[in-house]
DNA sequence: CTTATAAGGTGCAAAGTGTACCTTAAGGGG
DNA sequence: CCCCTTAAGGTACACTTTGCACCTTATAAG
């Protein structure tokens, strides 16, 4: 790989990841509203025309970027991370946790922003409720199963309440201006989930 | 109040909403990223220089709007539209009834503008802290001062917690794509707030 | 070595921005 | 009732970004 000639032109995942990279450095610069094809295309050092071959909007790309970076740090599915720790309570604090995560790594600017356009949609709302939300309820049915397999008495819930925990993950990184740290997340288990999920 | 000659020149309040008019019509067809001053001025029949003489950005236009429905319909602050219903159920219900109807009013386009905008900035984020959560916290200590001077037994909760009413009302509008009718107000309330606030 | 593929370069018309500078209608005070 | 301050409207300009067309060329696979 010789990367020090005059001409040298990436390809595929070299160069996509040079592109990624450039959208983050410049989201956190100048904002998701004022990000361009332009700037991004200069920071990555290529141009604008491979770019709109490749991606019609901003939306498209930084949704390319938040998969990318989902299977990187997940490694497969959500639902295949979540073990029985011995307790509700310890259970829900792993999926915080590990939903956490996956909020940290991508990014608050580019997560707000793809929130921010699933709301402009429509179309794209009711996409996101078909898959990630019906995922996320599965999630919550293993977790439950696991506190009725060891005994606990799980109240019944209507569906729209599981998400519950996703929900307040998504509130507490987009709109409180503190830091999400273990204690946060402890307690949000025992003040709302733990109060809501358990008779 | 001749406006049939050739020249009529708007000012003050009329030139005002019939900007705020053209910015939720064009907020409407094209969207919020899409939106420009530009398409505003030549809507509301005016000019760009007299918007930008008002406000530096859109997200200064859109929040001017969203100040002046919320004091059009709710004639004040919220806290004092909160009366004692006889109950905690009914108290919650009759509080999220509220805080949805000022949503539905400023419409889903410029709700999700403006969180979206406020999330993108930490200054913003901060700002909103110290105004709109501290004033959601008073509203819920008068409505649980209440339910406990009725007797009923109500937990002694953290203030983050306090927002969870308002927390659920943004995520409904935000992230689901369905109506948000009275049988799930009712649902919110019997499923998430009564259990964490009723001991 | 050949060749299909994908990356890079250039040019262009259209739309939007932000600002400067000027003109002119509206409406209140004297 | 007229004058004058104020605020709205108009024009112009340099600049950035967009989306597209068309062409060139490096890269890697066969």
Redesign the pocket.
């Given at each position: 790989m010789n990367n020090s000639g005059r001409?040298?032109?990436?390809?595929?995942d070299a160069?996509s990841e040079s592109i990624y990279d450039a959208t983050i450095e410049m989201i956190q610069k100048v904002g998701y509203t004022n990000l361009?094809?332009?700037?991004i295309a200069q920071a990555a050092?290529?141009?604008?025309?491979?770019m709109?071959?490749?991606w019609k909007?901003k939306y498209d790309l930084i949704r390319e970027i938040m998969v990318y970076k989902m299977t990187n740090i997940l490694g497969g599915e959500l639902i295949d991370r979540i073990e029985d720790t011995g307790s509700l309570r310890g259970d829900l604090l792993q999926l915080l946790t590990l939903y956490q995560s996956i909020y940290a790594e991508i990014g608050p600017e580019i997560m707000n922003a793809i929130l921010f356009e699933i709301g402009q949609d429509r179309k794209k709302k009711i996409e996101i409720e078909v898959n990630a939300t019906n995922k996320n309820i599965l999630v919550m049915r293993k977790l439950l199963g696991f506190a009725k397999n060891r005994g606990e008495k799980i109240k019944e819930v209507s569906d729209a309440t599981l998400t519950l925990p996703f929900d307040l993950i998504r509130v507490e990184n987009l709109l409180r201006k503190d830091v999400i740290d273990r204690n946060r997340l402890e307690l949000l288990v025992d003040e709302i989930l733990l109060p809501v999920f358990l008779a």
């Open positions: 001409n040298m032109r990436r390809r595929g160069l361009t094809f332009q700037q050092k290529t141009s604008r025309t491979v709109y071959r490749r909007t």
